[in-house]
């Protein structure tokens, strides 16, 4: 599959005035002027794309550099601009790591997102925006569930994050990520499969062929406290069947435990 990202993930920050007077502004007032800007957006959705570049492109500015510039906001529940449909934001249990994604509204039925991962270690916050991958775009979809593993003294990061190739073929992903002393590792190869180590699955289905009613979609599921993760068997013709293959943490790696054979099998502990 083809990843679908697009558009400018701003590395460099643009002086924009109110951007710049973060710091002075409330929490409350930060939400309402991103509120206010992304709705700008939708009515350029069917035209005048300079327009919507402009407004999507300056909604990912001023998120990056409120969240930049103010720490507190990882405490900041947001519930106004999440309720707005502007942005997903996802939050470990710990309160230590939260990712905020949104569509940027440029790619028709073809959905591009952009993110921002912010966390706190040792009394500081930090955040990583996303770089381009070698076909130009973000590697990830919006973000809507976040698992916490401890292992090997560390604490690994399970991300649920999803996204759509057309109005059909939806997809959704788990990636594993370890923040440590401010850094921000997404190369963490934790999960054994037949082909080697990797640290991320992607699927994708046909959504006429997915019998749940979740939006999105909801493929791949995990269990906090067997420490298993459930991979559905999605035929070619993208059709999402009852039946998983499973991975289990057995201390080092997540490793095959079990292939369904039917939706009663269940793994042996």
């Known amino acids: 599959m083809s990843h679908l990202r697009n558009l400018l993930f701003l590395s460099i920050f643009l002086p924009f005035s109110t951007v710049s007077n973060a710091q002075s502004i409330s929490m409350k007032d930060m939400e309402k002027?991103?509120?206010?800007?992304?709705?700008?957006?939708?009515?350029?959705?069917?035209?005048?794309?300079?327009?919507?570049?402009?407004?999507?492109?300056?909604?990912?500015?001023?998120?990056?550099?409120?969240?930049?510039?103010?720490?507190?906001?990882?405490?900041?529940?947001?519930?106004?601009?999440?309720?707005?449909?502007c942005c997903w934001i996802t939050t470990s249990k710990d309160g230590s790591f939260r990712i905020y994604s949104w569509d940027m509204l440029t790619g028709g039925t073809m959905h591009f997102f952009n993110s921002i991962y912010q966390w706190k270690s040792n009394g500081k916050v930090f955040i990583y925006t996303p770089t381009f991958g070698e076909d130009g775009?973000?590697?990830?979809?919006?973000?809507?569930?976040i698992f916490t593993l401890h292992a090997n003294n560390k604490t690994y990061y399970l991300t649920i994050n999803n996204g759509s190739e057309s109005s059909t073929v939806a997809y959704q992903g788990i990636d594993i990520i370890s923040l440590e002393n401010g850094s921000f590792n997404d190369t963490i190869q934790l999960i054994k499969t037949k082909e080697g180590f990797t640290n991320s699955i992607l699927l994708e289905?046909?959504?006429?062929k997915y019998n749940g009613s979740e939006r999105p979609v909801k493929l791949i599921k995990y269990d906090e406290n067997k420490k298993i993760i459930y991979i559905p068997i999605i035929f070619e013709d993208g059709?999402?069947?009852?039946?998983?293959?499973?991975?289990?943490?057995?201390?080092?790696?997540?490793?095959?435990?079990?292939?369904?054979?039917?939706?009663?099998?269940?793994?042996?502990?």
């Open 205 to 208: 289905c046909d959504i006429n």
């Open 33 to 85: 002027d991103l509120i206010k800007v992304y709705n700008k957006i939708f009515p350029f959705y069917y035209g005048d794309p300079d327009s919507l570049e402009y407004y999507s492109s300056l909604f990912t500015t001023k998120i990056t550099n409120y969240i930049k510039d103010n720490p507190s906001t990882l405490d900041y529940p947001f519930q106004s601009l999440i309720d707005s449909n």
């Open 239 to 269: 059709t999402v069947t009852d039946r998983y293959i499973l991975y289990q943490f057995t201390g080092e790696y997540f490793e095959h435990i079990l292939t369904q054979k039917s939706p009663s099998d269940k793994p042996n502990n």
């Open 137 to 145: 775009f973000p590697s990830t979809g919006f973000y809507t569930e």
